[in-house]
């Protein structure tokens, strides 16, 4: 209708058949006789503005009081029929903002074609309800539906389609998983992904308001990019000239930062990337970023104008008011702490050093060696055997190399289990007392490697408040929203298996200006302008300052992470023109969506996902293709 044209595909009879349907939608078009396709110019609604009117009134969930007596138009699929007595049939219209109770009663003039009708039709089928609104009774009232005040009257009741069987329930959730993924299209219907999305959908529009608000030009970057060593594994895409790839980009990094070379200034988008690796519940191989990048910016304003963006996704949508700042916490202060760099803050159960206390403990497993530390938890009203076997098992299921101690708490003076005969009547109550335990509660300890008991206790901490909870012994509100800002990470990390030194980050995080120098003599003591954004446990953003500095940057490719220093040439080129100093970051979007939304996965809030192994179930993708597809860009297949 915006370029004032209407195609209509059919034959002149099948186009007449269709008329009535459309109703106003085809008022004065003339079809051509003899042609396949009908084209009708209609430049009066092109001009006149006024909107041109659909199939429906009104969608099924809009319906109130103040309807009552209105003639409406409504349309959805028929999700359930009940009779009830003499002289009634009710029907339940549902589309995807809600449902509408329709009422076919005796009184009505057409009572018995309109029951013929409702009563052949299949569940699901897709209908047009014509009719009047109506109050329901006050006995017939649902005051937890928004429709529940009103019902239709119908006067005519079309079957616009109709359905087979559906393998399953789509308001039901205890369907099994991959069958929902097989037929994605019906579980799309389920209200909470029905809510996700239009959360989703929503969200989008007011972070895109935010930015521009703040001057950002939304710019899109190419997916089809360079193979680029480092980091996540990337999927390859062949091309028809023999032995030459793209690569699917893992993040716009290296083009987002060209931007500001190109004197862009304040770039976003909205950035679908890939990354080849398995699937887990907030994980996808492709996902969905809000990526942002400023030039001649600081930490603290790339920090200041994300805190302004979530401010406003949250009153507007959750109605909930985000005090700013956002708390910081340094790398140290989070392993410490918490065990991990992305601490769950709405609760306590911190980490706590008893290194000195165990240091001459008779248990070898409790005792830390020379270069070892000793970590313990206390977690509040724990104790007792339920909690000790489920502790103990999770434990064993975690990929880290530390043992794990469960103890309980009889008295000030007094722990029970397997290992408390090895502590002497000083070293009990020291623990106690450091970890301000009472009786009732049970202690973690861990002795071995920091990273290993680091990692074990900072699992096993958020395991235990998820144990409590459903002990019914919340140790927080499950309604909060707590993020937090974690700064000041290592620029260099070593890969635990072979010793690599590897970027924490990603390669083109700058150094802290005062640790420079050490990037020739001890590079992991180097701390880097990187900052990450925490919600609730979950790393949702990630940011730093870049490396505008060519010299800089090539001496951190080359010397420190010995990377192979063509495959940037595009980036170092760029760098040797007067970039300016930037920094940005990537917010993970479906991530924040899903915390947002309370789903349980980053399945639910994406239309179409993968599954756990990266399998697109619905279509059976990824799938073979011929011979023929595949020497087109000079492929042959090895066998498994």
Sequence with gaps: ARHGWRLLLGQPSLWRRAAPVLGSCTRGAVPVQGSRWQLQHTAAAATSGRRQPGLRTHHCGQLRADHVGAQVHLCGWLAKRRPAASGLL?????????????????????????????????????????????????????????????????????????????????????????????????????????????????????????????????????????????????????????????????????????????????????????????????????????????????????????????????????????????????????????????????????????????????????????????????????????????????AKGLPHAAGLAVFEVADAHTLKGPLAKFFSPQESGDLIRVLHAQPGDALLVSSGQWRPVKALLGAMRLFSADWLAKAGKPVFDASLYAPLWVDDFPLFETDPETGKILSTHHAFTAPVPEHEELLATEPLKVTGQHYDLVLNGNEIGGGSIRNHNHDMQLYILQHVLKEDVPAFSQLLEALKYGAPPHGGIALGYDRLVMLLARAQSLRDVIAFPKSFQGKEIMSDSPSTVSSDDLNVYHIQVKPA
């Design 90 to 394: 009710f029907l339940l219209l549902k589309d995807g903002q809600g449902s509408t109770q329709i009422c076919i009663s005796s009184e009505n003039s057409a009572f018995a074609e309109l029951v013929k009708v409702a009563q052949e039709t299949p569940l699901h089928s897709v209908i047009s309800v014509q009719g009047t609104v109506q109050l329901r009774p006050g006995s017939n009232t649902n005051p937890n539906e928004p429709t529940g005040a009103v019902e239709l009257h119908p006067t005519a009741l079309t079957v616009l389609n109709t359905s087979q069987p559906l393998p399953f329930d789509p308001e039901q959730s205890k369907a099994n998983e991959m069958l929902r993924m097989k037929h994605r299209y019906l579980d799309l219907r389920r209200p909470e992904l029905q809510q996700a999305l239009r959360l989703r959908s929503a969200v989008t529009a007011t972070i895109r308001t935010a930015l521009h608000r703040h001057r950002f030009v939304d710019v899109e970057t190419p997916t089809l990019f360079k193979r680029t060593p480092g980091g996540a594994a990337e999927f390859l895409v062949p091309t028809r000239t023999p032995g030459k790839f793209y690569s699917l980009v893992q993040s716009p990094q290296q083009y987002k930062q060209l931007l500001m070379v190109g004197a862009l200034d304040r770039y976003m988008q909205f950035a679908r990337c890939y990354r080849d690796e398995d699937g887990r519940q907030d994980r996808q191989p492709e996902f969905t970023q809000v990526d942002l990048e400023l030039s001649f910016t600081t930490r603290e304003e790339v920090q200041a104008i994300i805190e302004d963006v979530l401010r406003d996704v949250f009153a507007e949508h959750l109605k909930l008011d985000l005090p700013v700042p956002f708390p910081h916490m340094t790398y140290a202060q989070a392993m410490d702490q918490y065990g991990v760099d992305k601490p769950d803050t709405r609760f306590e159960m911190h980490l706590t050093d008893v290194t000195a206390i165990l240091a001459n403990c008779k248990s070898n497993a409790l005792r830390p060696a020379d270069q070892q530390i000793a970590n313990a938890v206390c977690i509040q009203g724990a104790a007792g055997k339920h909690f000790k076997d489920a502790a103990e098992k999770q």
